[in-house]
């Protein structure tokens, strides 16, 4: 039986790493300087504690068993971000060098704007960093940022709590999305009757409630009638695409999402809400170099794909 790692002497697996990569105990030796004897005598204290031979010898190379085979990208993960865990703060943080995955809360529609741009420097700058994307809630974000869950979110501007540090991504405000020839919509600026009188669609991941448009609309004694609610914002223009009915949605993201389709984007009908999405991170993140990369990474991504719509 194994023994538990929290008995294992953790110097046994650079040992381990040195002999896979030379393939004898006299090389992994030099590579350590150590002695032959040392890295033996290691060799046999990690097979103990595994219960497996972990090498076999096949003429002068050491061949590791299937055992050692399933091990050897678990250790060298471990390994690399042990070294990358114990670099000073000198150091910096190494993009070219990371190996390590961020965690980042963000919504579909900001998704679209961001990741692009992100993804393509990390592939080409950064290659052992990986992304992964999740929505928090946002009566979550203080807590998710200060527990480490997430590393930044993105989302709309709202107040949070000191600890919660922010900076404006995007300053976005609402249009509204049309088919090309629609029916009722002429040339030049959208009606507010005409508005009024179409059939909407609204995107929420909520069961209920109303859109940011209907919070400015019913300010002013208005209401519009809903015939679609929907997830996706990708749906949602498709849809439009299809029928007379209208979409209402930010501007940049309807820049992105329509490129597919032929729709037609229109001034929202009165005084243009802001949208503003913002940056958010953990204060005690303030100093990190990593996430700084991240949030140079995030905001720079953001700026050239404004630049392209």
Same mark, same amino acid.
């Given at each position: /039986?194994?023994?538990?790692?929290?008995?294992?002497?953790?110097?046994?697996?650079?040992?381990?790493?040195?002999?896979?990569?030379?393939?004898?105990?006299?090389? @992994?030796?030099?590579?350590?300087?150590?002695?032959?004897?040392?890295?033996?005598?290691?060799?046999?204290?990690?097979?103990? &504690?595994?219960?497996?031979?972990?090498?076999?010898?096949?003429?002068?190379? /050491?061949?590791?068993?299937?055992?050692?085979?399933?091990?050897?990208?678990?250790?060298?993960?471990?390994?690399?971000?042990?070294?990358?865990?114990?670099?000073?703060?000198?150091?910096?943080?190494?993009?070219?060098?990371?190996?390590?995955?961020?965690?980042?809360?963000?919504?579909?529609?900001?998704?679209?704007?961001?990741?692009?741009?992100?993804?393509?420097?990390?592939?080409?700058?950064?290659?052992?960093?990986?992304?992964?994307?999740?929505?928090?809630?946002?009566?979550?974000?203080?807590? @998710?940022?200060?527990?480490?869950?997430?590393?930044?979110?993105?989302?709309?501007?709202?107040?949070?709590?000191?600890?919660? &540090? +922010?900076?404006?991504?995007?300053?976005?405000?609402?249009?509204?999305?049309?088919? @090309?020839? +629609?029916?009722?919509?002429?040339?030049?600026?959208?009606?507010?009757?005409?508005?009024? @009188?179409?059939? +909407?669609?609204?995107?929420?991941?909520?069961?209920?409630?109303?859109?940011?448009?209907?919070?400015?609309?019913?300010?002013?004694?208005?209401?519009?009638?809903?015939?679609?609610?929907?997830? &996706?914002?990708?749906?949602?223009?498709?849809?439009?695409?299809?029928?007379?009915?209208?979409?209402?949605?930010?501007?940049?993201?309807?820049?992105?999402?329509?490129?597919?389709?032929?729709?037609?984007? &229109?001034?929202?009908?009165?005084?243009?809400?802001?949208?503003?999405?913002?940056?958010?991170?953990?204060?005690?993140?303030?100093?990190?170099?990593?996430?700084?990369?991240?949030?140079?990474?995030?905001?720079?991504?953001?700026?050239?794909?404004?630049?392209?719509?």
């Amino acid at each position: /039986m194994a023994t538990p790692l929290s008995k294992i002497d953790l110097n046994l697996f650079p040992v381990f790493d040195a002999i896979v990569q030379t393939g004898s105990l006299t090389a @992994a030796a030099r590579e350590l300087h150590l002695s032959q004897p040392a890295v033996s005598h290691a060799l046999a204290r990690l097979r103990e &504690h595994l219960d497996d031979p972990l090498f076999v010898r096949q003429g002068r190379r /050491m061949l590791a068993t299937p055992y050692a085979r399933q091990l050897i990208p678990v250790v060298r993960q471990a390994l690399s971000q042990l070294q990358t865990g114990l670099r000073s703060p000198s150091q910096g943080f190494v993009p070219a060098l990371a190996e390590r995955e961020f965690t980042l809360g963000m919504r579909d529609i900001l998704e679209a704007l961001t990741l692009p741009g992100l993804m393509a420097h990390i592939r080409q700058h950064a290659p052992g960093i990986t992304v992964n994307c999740i929505q928090v809630e946002r009566h979550d974000i203080a807590d @998710a940022l200060r527990q480490g869950r997430v590393d930044a979110v993105v989302d709309i501007a709202m107040p949070l709590a000191a600890e919660v &540090h +922010h900076t404006r991504l995007v300053l976005d405000q609402l249009v509204v999305v049309a088919k @090309a020839n +629609h029916p009722v919509i002429q040339q030049g600026p959208l009606r507010l009757d005409t508005y009024l @009188a179409a059939s +909407h669609v609204l995107v929420s991941a909520r069961k209920q409630g109303l859109g940011i448009e209907d919070h400015e609309l019913s300010r002013q004694g208005l209401r519009r009638q809903i015939g679609l609610r929907c997830r &996706h914002y990708f749906a949602a223009c498709r849809v439009v695409n299809q029928t007379d009915m209208l979409l209402t949605m930010p501007e940049q993201y309807a820049k992105v999402a329509n490129q597919l389709f032929d729709n037609q984007l &229109h001034t929202f009908p009165l005084s243009p809400a802001q949208l503003d999405a913002h940056l958010y991170w953990h204060a005690g993140s303030d100093e990190d170099p990593t996430n700084q990369w991240l949030r140079t990474q995030l905001v720079q991504a953001v700026q050239r794909e404004l630049k392209a719509l």
